[in-house]
């Protein structure tokens, strides 16, 4: 079947440490997103990407980092930049006027 | 970027219709109008979309205000498995033809048994 994998299901970060959480597609869809998700909140757009090597920030890139060097995959860097990185974080794919595919999701959670 | 407006909760009975309003009173000419719905601790689920008329789909209908600066998602009949936070999302081309989604804070449905 094909879908959006996320992985890992729950991440836990030291102070002061990267970590990357996986994102791949099977859709064959062009564009891919990340999401940011606090409890009780909504999805706030982190980093987008429309084709392979090119990528747009969102409305919080701030100590983010994201690579496309694949169409299937967009794999999304938490940096030790990024000051409050606990949350959920979500990532997305789609085809051209087609609704966003959604993963399960990353639960970061900072040890 | 156009935002939209949801109530933060709405509650009803279960084989009872729901309306969930939308505002969306900065929405642009080529803005397209989708509805997501979300279980705790999953990603969210695409429910509906349209840009002017009206649609019908087997989980919904979306009912779209003349001026398009309000939207409607009408369950027809709730279940209890329709619980959810259901989000309200304009969808830009950009002009480079990039699509990028405006998610609104979404309403929580409980429905009651």
């Known amino acids: 079947d094909g879908g959006i994998t996320q992985s890992p299901k729950y991440l836990f970060r030291k102070e002061g440490q990267n970590v990357t959480l996986s994102c791949e597609q099977n859709?064959?869809?062009?564009?891919m997103y990340w999401y940011r998700q606090d409890p009780g909140q909504g999805l706030r757009l982190i980093y987008y990407?429309?084709?392979?090597?090119?990528?747009q920030k969102g409305d919080i890139a701030e100590g983010y980092s994201v690579s496309r060097e694949k169409k299937e995959s967009f794999p999304l860097t938490v940096t030790s930049a990024q000051k409050n990185p606990t949350a959920f974080y979500l990532c997305?794919?789609?085809?051209?006027?087609?609704?966003?595919?959604f993963g399960d999701g990353t639960r970061l959670s900072i040890l | 970027d156009a935002k939209t407006t949801q109530p933060n909760s709405m509650e009803s009975n279960e084989e009872e219709p729901v309306h969930l309003p939308c505002n969306h009173s900065?929405?642009?000419?080529?803005?397209?109008i989708h509805w997501y719905r979300q279980l705790p601790s999953q990603g969210p689920e695409y429910v509906i979309h349209?840009?002017?008329s009206n649609v019908n789909n087997r989980m919904a209908s979306l009912a779209i205000a003349e001026d398009r600066k309000s939207s409607t998602l009408i369950l027809h009949r709730a279940t209890l498995r329709d619980a959810a936070v259901y989000y309200c999302i304009l969808l830009m081309i950009t002009t480079s033809g990039t699509y990028k989604y405006i998610f609104g804070t979404g309403t929580r449905l409980k429905v009651l048994a």
């Open positions: 859709l064959n869809h062009d564009a």
């Open positions: 900065t929405i642009s000419g080529t803005d397209y």
């Open positions: 349209g840009l002017t």
């Open positions: 990407s429309q084709i392979v090597n090119d990528f």
């Open positions: 997305a794919s789609t085809g051209r006027l087609q609704p966003q595919h």
